[in-house]
């Protein structure tokens, strides 16, 4: 079993940063990959970003490209996503998961434990 805690969320008005953080606890966390998932008010859950056990591949959803960054720290058990240049298209709840594979999927059903999400907002 890996639990997985999410944090960082908040408000924060168009074109400023957040920075979340998802703490994992349980089994050896460094071997897995790890991704940030969201969902929006009335849609369904959709991948955002994801990064493979040893931090050197990151894959990322067109609409966050060149404005999220996935990172992690094995030695914390920690996996980062620094959301910088916010819309209110990026209102969500997030959500951490962990897929004991190592190829980095963008699928739900790959990912085998979830967090409870953080909620960010982005008024318009």
């Known amino acids: 079993q890996v639990q997985l805690v999410e944090s960082g969320g908040g408000l924060v008005q168009a074109g400023g940063s957040l920075r979340l953080s998802c703490a994992a606890s349980?089994?050896?966390?460094?071997?897995?990959?790890m991704a940030w998932f969201r969902r929006a008010p009335g849609k369904e859950r959709e991948f955002v970003a994801g990064?493979?056990?040893?931090?050197?591949?990151?894959r990322y959803a067109d609409s966050v490209k060149g404005r999220f960054t996935i990172s992690r720290d094995n030695a914390k058990n920690t996996v980062y996503l620094q959301m910088n240049s916010l819309k209110p298209d990026d209102t969500a709840v997030y959500y951490c998961?962990?897929?004991?594979?190592?190829?980095?999927?963008?699928?739900?059903?790959?990912?085998?434990?979830w967090g409870q999400g953080t909620q960010v907002t982005i008024p318009v």
């Open positions: 998961a962990v897929d004991r594979g190592t190829f980095v999927s963008t699928a739900l059903a790959d990912y085998d434990f």
């Open positions: 349980g089994r050896t966390f460094n071997a897995y990959t």
């Open positions: 990064i493979n056990w040893t931090g050197t591949y990151t």
